[in-house]
């Protein structure tokens, strides 16, 4: 057949010999050459990951050490006590919700703070005998080294007693503090931080004014460069309410690894699902759920009690494990730590606790249904300083003359040895108080 088809062909026998391996060779050379191209294109692809695993591990280091340098100048140039900022910019977010830029007023560099924590203000409210002391948290990425930025929420009065009058720090940031004035203020604490060493993603629950810390932390991501993933998740009930709106959405369009859901659970006749926000509802688990490609993140939640119960109990629910939580409250505790809750055998023993408040010379018996120290005493008509509620600012610090306590949170900073936290704990056994 092949000399019928040579002689078609009209290629004499050696020559057709001689063409039939010369093609067998450049097919060879050929394959050879794709072979080679191939391994070649491997190891630049192999080399190429690798390098690009290096660059990812430097780039890891470089943001660890960065970060370890700004904790160690924040722990050196920190301050002790109060110290003066003045209101540079006063700036209305939304209906009762303003921000407040805060300027050092000695013009010194001001510490790097973690992403979460918050400051706390003595405010010398005029026509009050005493200093009222309020917390409240940072909104604004840590990178900003010239202000820190709270926003405040006026809280109203309750909405089964409207007689009362609004809460009293909030008013007086909203409705009396201008630009120029000086305000007193500790230095930034608080355990509820993003830990900016670790690149691990991440999701941020918010809801309504509990955006503060999650803004800070969702800067700060946005500050670092990195890639690190957030889902950010905040509800409030519409437009009127949307703290930080215009910021949100444009932190959202610079960042892919930044994104954005939020719920209104009441959208007005003018507010618009897709431009304004995404769900109509709350935050819940449910809806979290469908978002997110798994359970597998870290999270972070601030907002009112129900918002945090609703969300720490789905979480558990869908297996997210306990030391992944991570919440702060505004306010008295909403949710506790499994810990946190005496055991029956405790509630027994604490049934027999007698609590003395030595300067009011009072010994009863502790009632282990109550809150805190700091509450039972209140309920009793004894008196004692107090300011965040939360473990967070120290005003409610009492001496313990013998006896002691159990906390319900871990405070903000160690009491003074011989003191405790009265909004925050309980006791262990007889107490003695200096109260
Ligand atoms: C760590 C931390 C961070 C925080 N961060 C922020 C933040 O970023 N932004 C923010 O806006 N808030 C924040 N808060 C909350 C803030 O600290 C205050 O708790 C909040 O502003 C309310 O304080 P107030 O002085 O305005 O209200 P208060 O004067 O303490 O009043 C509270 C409520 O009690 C009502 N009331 C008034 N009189 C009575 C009465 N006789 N009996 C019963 N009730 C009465 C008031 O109407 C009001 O509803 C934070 C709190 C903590 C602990």
Redesign the pocket.
């Known amino acids: 057949m092949n000399a019928t088809l040579n002689h078609s062909l009209g290629i004499p026998g050696s020559s057709a010999t001689a063409f039939a391996l010369g093609l067998i060779l450049i097919s060879a050379l050929l394959l050879w050459l794709v072979l080679e191209m191939a391994r070649s294109l491997i190891r630049i692809i192999g080399e190429a990951r690798q390098q690009k695993l290096t660059l990812a591990i430097l780039q890891t280091r470089l943001q660890e050490t960065r970060q370890r340098c700004r904790e160690a100048e924040m722990a050196a140039s920190g301050w002790n006590g109060l110290r003066k900022f003045s209101v540079a910019e006063k700036i209305r977010q939304c209906d009762g919700v303003f921000s407040f830029y805060l300027k050092p007023h000695d013009g010194r560099d001001l510490p790097y703070f973690k992403p979460g924590q ?1 400051l706390t203000f003595q405010l010398k409210i005029p026509g009050r005998e005493k200093p ?1 002391i ?4 940072l ?1 604004d990425s840590p990178d900003h080294r010239d202000y820190y930025r ?4 006026k ?4 909405l089964d ?1 409207p007689e ?8 007086y940031f909203t409705d009396k503090v201008k630009v120029g004035d000086i305000l007193d203020v500790k230095a930034p604490s ?1 355990h509820f931080f993003l830990d900016m060493t670790k690149n691990n993603p991440v999701v941020l629950l918010a809801g309504g ?1 509990g955006i ?1 810390p999650i803004l800070s932390m969702a800067n700060a991501i946005a500050a670092s460069g990195t890639k690190r993933e957030a889902y950010l998740f905040f509800g409030v009930r519409n437009r009127q309410e949307h703290i930080h709106q215009e910021e949100l959405a444009a932190l959202a369009a610079a960042h892919e690894n930044i994104h954005l859901h939020v719920a209104y659970s009441k959208p007005g006749p003018e507010d618009v699902k897709g431009r304004d926000y995404h769900y109509e509802g709350r935050v819940g688990v449910e809806w979290v759920k469908e978002i997110l490609p798994s359970n597998n993140f870290e999270y972070y939640l601030c907002g009112s009690g129900p918002f945090m119960k609703s969300l720490t109990d789905g979480l558990e629910a869908w297996g997210v494990p306990e030391d992944r939580v991570h919440f ?4 008295p505790a909403s949710v506790k730590k499994k810990a946190a809750s005496p055991s029956p055998e405790q509630t027994t023993r604490l049934q027999k606790v007698t609590i003395t408040f030595a300067r009011s010379a009072r010994t009863v018996r502790w009632e282990p249904s109550s809150e805190n120290l700091l509450s039972f005493a209140e309920s009793l008509g004894i008196k004692i300083d107090s300011g ?1 509620r ?1 473990g ?1 600012c120290g005003s409610c610090g009492v001496a313990i003359k013998s006896g002691a306590v159990d906390y319900l949170k871990k405070p903000a900073s160690a009491p003074d040895p011989g003191t405790c936290l009265t909004c925050i704990c309980r006791p262990q056994n007889d107490l003695v108080l200096d109260a």
């Open positions: 918050y009222l309020r917390c409240y948290s909104s709270v926003t405040i929420k809280e109203k009065a309750p007693r009362f009058p609004p809460g009293a720090g909030s008013s608080g004014v503060t702060e409250a505004f306010g965040c939360a967070g």
